[in-house]
Nanobody, 117 residues
């Protein structure tokens, strides 16, 4: 069973930075991909950033140039560095782990990010 533990959320002023971390109980290379999603109040969950086993990354247009996803192999974690935060980045952020052998599609519990104007 894959377990994910997220940390790093909080309250920050616009223009500030936060770093989210998602630690798994197995190697990040066991996943086909890992990603960060977010859900703002009243909206559907949306992809923020993802990284494949091979290291390819993708980002939502709204966060390109401000957010960076990376892996910390020693910590079995996938981190999301968020810079120049905006009030519209306010949301609950969720980590996602997907693998095919065995098949897993696991979500973290979510961490709140609030950006004040």
């Amino acid at each position: 069973q894959v377990q994910l533990v997220e940390s790093g959320g909080g309250l920050v002023q616009a223009g500030g930075s936060l770093r989210l971390s998602c630690r798994a109980n197995r190697s990040v290379f066991s996943a086909n991909s890992m990603a960060w999603y977010r859900r703002a109040g009243g909206k559907e969950r949306e992809l923020v950033a993802g990284i494949t086993r091979g290291g390819a990354t993708e980002y939502a247009e709204a966060v390109k140039g401000r957010f960076t996803i990376s892996r910390d192999v020693g910590q079995n974690s996938v981190d999301l560095q968020m810079n120049n935060l905006k009030p519209e980045d306010t949301a609950v952020y969720y980590c996602n782990y997907v693998s095919s052998q065995p098949v897993y599609d696991v979500w973290g519990q979510g961490t709140q990010v609030t950006v004040s104007s």
